[in-house]
């Protein structure tokens, strides 16, 4: 199960002791986590992770080659064709960067449009609704990905905090979470937005991983 850590800003060095296999620095600016300046090297498992809402898909590419992004996080409201066309353009670059398509779920969704992303993506990653894009520190049931009618493998995202271990365990050992290949966590393990509390991390992951290299 890989571990996404998101919103990272002022503390990512403090991260690398937990070996997660991503870390995402937001690229949307109106976010209290906006990320300015250089992303600093990180040991080559792991993904930076640029995430954009809406962006122009110029943009988008300026990023992936000015700060060597390893993953591309869609949090807005793109499109199917957005996200084709963006595959087609990263497909070149070695290593060729993943694309993240994020959705937030809730009560009455639908799955069936998100088919149209397949093609478009490697992965999907579920987050809950709330007023921002995302680190709103709300979660979802996440029973409702027992409907889940597609094969395009998610992170699990949504107010998952230090108090998470053991539904999480739950979750995992049902049929839902046949899909589920990660987590992401942000806002529930931060003691500001943007500075992310080691301790908790660490304590969280060797109760839910084994520590940090398991």
């Known amino acids: 199960m890989k571990l996404k850590i998101c919103g ?5 060095l403090e991260m ?31 993904k930076k992770t640029g995430v954009f809402v809406d962006a122009p898909l110029g943009e988008v ?5 000015g700060y060597g992004l390893g993953a591309i996080q869609l949090h807005g409201g793109e499109t199917p064709e957005y996200c084709r066309k963006l595959q087609e353009m990263v497909a070149d670059h070695d290593p ?31 987050d809950s609704r709330g007023p921002l894009p995302g680190g709103n520190g ?19 995202s949504g107010g998952i905090g230090p108090d998470s271990v053991d539904g999480l365990r739950e979750f995992f050992q049902s049929p839902t979470a046949a899909h589920c290949i990660g987590l ?22 060797a109760l839910l991983y084994g520590g940090p290299n398991p």
Do not use: H, Q
Request: proline share 11%; net charge negative; glycine share 8%.
């Open 8 to 12: 990272m800003r002022d503390n990512p």
């Open 16 to 46: 690398l002791p937990l070996a997660p296999d991503y870390l995402g620095f937001i690229l949307w600016e109106p976010s209290a986590r906006f990320f300015r300046g250089e992303i600093p090297e990180l040991p080559g498992p792991i």
């Open 184 to 205: 992401d966590v942000n806002s529930r393990f931060e003691t500001r937005p943007g500075l992310k509390d080691v301790a908790a991390l660490k304590r969280f992951k």
């Open 96 to 126: 060729r960067p993943e694309i993240i398509k994020a959705f937030a779920l809730g009560d009455g969704t639908d799955f069936s449009p998100m088919g149209d992303y397949e093609t478009g993506c490697d992965f999907f990653l579920f």
């Open 61 to 65: 590419m300026e990023k992936m080659v």
């Open 138 to 156: 709300f979660g979802f049931d996440w029973s409702l990905l027992a409907d889940y009618p597609l094969e395009k493998p998610f992170f699990l």
